[in-house]
């Protein structure tokens, strides 16, 4: 297991277009967690599910940002009509109830609106 | 609502030389407090946790509930420190997440 993974790693879009990420977290991660970075900044917590259910969402996620984790494995981060204010770095991380709690992340996926 | 502050943008320390990093903390229950290290074009990863109360590649860091602090120590800076270092907060009252300061670039020179 290489860790948690997204993809795609870079996204430059035009304004107004919708883009997708996706997580896949460590196997057998039953939590996953979406942040937001901006430069110069510290992560923002976006969301987070444990298995398949959302249990949270910060103030943050406006009704243009959507997440799923359909099956309790994979999450995707949807980000409808794109503005300028979205570009940033999104991670995703996970972790396990069963062994401890720690929270790994991922590499990020950068996102340039144009 | 948590809060995590990390008043230094920049610390810059010559080799064998200490270096300490700053942490406030607000939360009016009890914190679980964390240290994360971003290496160049790495990913963010755990340098250390306060329960854990163990030193990681010679860095220590001490909660102290009076000060609301979580302040990152180590006695002899080596280049390899260098890096971007992030103090976080879990308020497990409210639901399992990190809060994260704006973090520290730690600059050893040679």
């Given at each position: 297991?290489?860790?948690?993974?997204?993809?795609?790693?870079?996204?430059?879009?035009?304004?107004?277009?919708?883009?997708?990420?996706?997580?896949?977290?460590?196997?057998?991660?039953?939590?996953?967690?979406?942040?937001?970075?901006?430069?110069?900044?510290?992560?923002?917590?976006?969301?987070?599910?444990?298995?398949?259910?959302?249990?949270?969402?910060?103030?943050?996620?406006?009704?243009?940002?959507?997440?799923?984790?359909?099956?309790?494995?994979?999450?995707?981060?949807?980000?409808?009509?794109?503005?300028?204010?979205?570009?940033?770095?999104?991670?995703?991380?996970?972790?396990?109830?069963?062994?401890?709690?720690t929270?790994?992340?991922?590499?990020?996926?950068?996102?340039?609106?144009? | 609502?948590?809060?995590?502050?990390?008043?230094?943008?920049?610390?810059?320390?010559f080799?064998?030389?200490?270096?300490?990093?700053?942490?406030?903390?607000?939360?009016?229950?009890?914190?679980?407090?964390?240290?994360?290290?971003?290496?160049?074009?790495?990913?963010?990863?755990?340098?250390?946790?306060?329960?854990?109360?163990?030193?990681?590649?010679?860095?220590?860091?001490?909660?102290?509930?009076?000060?609301?602090?979580?302040?990152?120590?180590?006695?002899?800076?080596?280049?390899?420190?260098?890096?971007?270092?992030?103090?976080?907060l879990?308020?497990?009252?409210?639901?399992?997440?990190?809060?994260?300061?704006?973090?520290?670039?730690?600059?050893?020179?040679?």
């Amino acid at each position: 297991d290489t860790g948690v993974s997204q993809n795609p790693r870079h996204k430059i879009t035009k304004r107004g277009q919708n883009v997708t990420f996706r997580c896949d977290p460590i196997s057998e991660h039953n939590r996953l967690y979406w942040y937001r970075q901006t430069l110069g900044q510290g992560p923002e917590f976006l969301t987070y599910f444990q298995n398949e259910a959302q249990l949270e969402k910060s103030r943050l996620l406006s009704d243009r940002f959507s997440a799923e984790r359909p099956k309790g494995s994979f999450s995707t981060l949807e980000i409808q009509r794109t503005e300028q204010g979205d570009s940033a770095m999104y991670l995703c991380a996970s972790s396990s109830t069963a062994s401890g709690n720690t929270i790994y992340f991922g590499e990020g996926s950068w996102l340039t609106v144009v | 609502a948590q809060r995590v502050t990390q008043p230094e943008k920049l610390l810059s320390v010559f080799k064998g030389a200490p270096v300490e990093l700053k942490c406030n903390y607000s939360y009016s229950g009890s914190p679980e407090l964390f240290w994360y290290v971003q290496y160049s074009r790495q990913r963010l990863q755990l340098l250390l946790r306060h329960i854990s109360r163990e030193s990681i590649k010679g860095f220590t860091a001490d909660l102290n509930k009076g000060e609301t602090s979580f302040h990152l120590k180590k006695p002899f800076a080596q280049e390899e420190d260098s890096a971007m270092y992030y103090c976080a907060l879990n308020a497990r009252a409210a639901g399992n997440k990190l809060t994260f300061g704006g973090g520290t670039r730690v600059l050893v020179k040679p």
